[in-house]
């Protein structure tokens, strides 16, 4: 799972981390410039004693890019590239601006891999919650970050998707909007990881201009998409639910309350 990771990493960065016994739970790879590489694993973390240097950084978008930094330059400025299997590179450094708009990030210091995951039935307890007499409910996930809410929501639409025959549910055609590629984790068109053989995805666009898109050309039965908040999502989704569109999406919070306070929610 972690092999394309190791691939674009300097060699004694990943040779350091091939010497770990727990190599396959690692979940995120934090690198920044004259600091240590710090890894989080599913239980713990970990610093290694290699040092990465902003060399590192460049080979890293270098090998990445297949040393044209120019063919990455749109997901640069987007904050993040996905490489092959699926996993998202988060990129921080300096933003220049032109015309308002972002035209690059420049110096940059830190990387965060994030090691894109299935954990296949992780759903299986909350289901029965958001199905009742085989008609799915429409479904708000709250949670802070880092707590599972891609993971969980990534195999909910894979058995939506495929059919759940315990629960009285036939299989579902599933718009899933990806904006940031996490959920299937694209790459190149291809979904990394499985989301079922009734998902359509669309990724790369707001989950707002998504949403619409997939509800006038895709005929779905469901709409999932990961951490909505923006008044355009709300609408979206709004008009998602008016058109008979079951919706199941994630948000940001740390109870039900306090999402009640964003007002861009109610």
Request: with cysteine.
């Amino acid at each position: 799972m972690i092999d394309e990771i190791l691939k674009v990493l300097p060699s004694y960065i990943a040779n350091d981390i091939v010497k770990l016994n727990c190599i396959q739970n690692i979940t995120e790879i934090r690198l920044r410039t004259r600091s240590k590489v710090i890894l989080r694993c599913v239980n713990k973390e970990i610093v290694l004693e290699c040092i990465v240097t902003t060399k590192a950084i460049l080979d890293i978008l270098l090998n990445v890019s297949k040393n044209s930094i120019y063919a990455i330059q749109n997901d640069i400025n987007n904050g993040f590239v996905i490489i092959k299997g699926g996993h998202r590179i988060g990129i921080s450094g300096e933003v220049v601006y032109v015309d308002g708009k972002i035209k690059n990030i420049k110096n940059i210091c830190s990387l965060n891999i994030r090691v894109a995951r299935q954990i296949y039935g992780c759903a299986d307890k909350i289901l029965p919650k958001i199905i009742e007499n085989g008609i799915i409910k429409n479904t708000l996930i709250i949670s802070p970050p880092g707590c599972g809410k891609t993971t969980l929501i990534r195999d909910i639409v894979r058995q939506i998707s495929n059919g759940i025959p315990s629960l009285n549910v036939t299989g579902k055609n599933v718009s899933l909007i990806d904006e940031r590629g996490e959920i299937a984790s694209v790459y190149e068109g291809v979904a990394s990881l499985d989301v079922g053989v009734r998902t359509d995805i669309m990724s790369n666009v707001t989950k707002s201009t998504g949403m619409k898109m997939m509800i006038r050309s895709m005929a779905p039965d469901v709409i999932a998409t990961d951490e909505i908040g923006g008044h355009l999502d709300i609408l979206a989704i709004k008009e998602a639910i008016l058109s008979g569109v079951n919706v199941i999406f994630t948000m940001h919070g740390d109870s039900l309350k306090s999402v009640m306070k964003n007002p861009e929610v109610n």
